[in-house]
């Protein structure tokens, strides 16, 4: 396991057996064999966004989207100080293609979103950063640019610890803790498996003949979690290991909102735990 510089991503990732950190400090953890690998991680003080992308396989229009998402973010969990999530949604399934991505719940989030904005209209593909629509045109281009509503500091403080696969599942574990007391009872945790490199073959509907490509796809989905009255929102979550998993591709993302507006309140990206 490797905590080398490019995976710190604004924050602190270590690698452990149970609760103990090996060699943290020379990048390479030294996990003794047989033992249950566990990765921890921490946010740090910079906020993180979140860029959520609205998509299906089912959508001429979406492809392009799909591309820009993979063309900005590569495979990296973070960039622009953000982190992408793409949600297939379902409501294009019934035009002559089922996108095996897609969710019910992830359409029920994109009504939620469209409902806090007072619409009553959904579509794709959308872009949603920091709880609102955004259009790619309207973000700062460059490597070094930074992508967010504000210039405000993070409310939420994330601590993960993240297990290696079983054959089922993959363990996620962890506190937020809120330290604004008027965010407490709106704020709520999400706890998403994410896979990039996806690639389909589609035969019908309006893409029918194409071959897609897509990263950062959200494969499971956990929460809401919500806050206690100091402001802790702990959770232990197992996330079901989907079809098609391949680690090298794997990301665990935990999200901290502000439910009322949609705003990220911190965000703490990490590759999934390797034994």
Do not use: K
């Not at 510089?5 to 090996?22: M, T």
């Not at 399934?93 to 959904?122: H, K, M, T, Y």
């Amino acid at each position: 396991m490797h905590a080398s510089s490019s995976s710190v991503f604004h924050g602190l990732i270590r690698c452990a057996v149970f609760s103990s950190c090996l060699g943290a400090s020379a990048g390479i953890a030294a996990v003794p064999a047989g033992s249950p690998a566990v990765c921890h991680a921490e946010s740090g003080h910079d906020r993180l966004t979140v860029l959520e992308l609205y998509t299906s396989e089912g959508c001429s229009s979406c492809p392009p989207a799909d591309r820009w998402l993979s063309r900005e973010f590569g495979t990296a969990q973070v960039a622009h100080g953000a982190v992408p999530l793409a949600f297939h949604v379902d409501y294009w399934n019934r035009l002559g293609w089922p996108d095996r991505f897609s969710r019910a719940e992830f359409s029920a989030r994109q009504r939620e979103i469209a409902a806090r904005q007072r619409s009553a209209v959904i579509y794709t593909p959308q872009f949603v950063l920091d709880g609102r629509d955004v259009r790619p045109s309207s973000l700062p281009a460059g490597a070094g640019t930074v992508w967010r509503t504000d210039s405000s500091g993070p409310q939420a403080h994330i601590r993960i610890a993240t297990g290696a696969p079983s054959a089922a599942t993959i363990r996620v574990e962890g506190s937020v803790e809120v330290a604004d007391p008027d965010l407490r009872a709106r704020a709520a945790v999400r706890v998403a498996l994410t896979q990039s490199a996806l690639e389909s073959q589609v035969t019908a509907g309006e893409n029918g003949g194409r071959r897609l490509r897509h990263d950062h796809v959200v494969r499971a989905w956990a929460g809401p979690y919500t806050a206690d009255a100091t402001g802790r929102i702990d959770f232990d979550v197992r996330l079901p290991r989907p079809a098609e998993f391949r680690l090298e591709h794997a990301n665990v993302t935990v999200l901290a909102e502000d439910t009322r507006t949609g705003r990220t309140l911190q965000a703490l990206s990490v590759p999934v735990c390797r034994e």
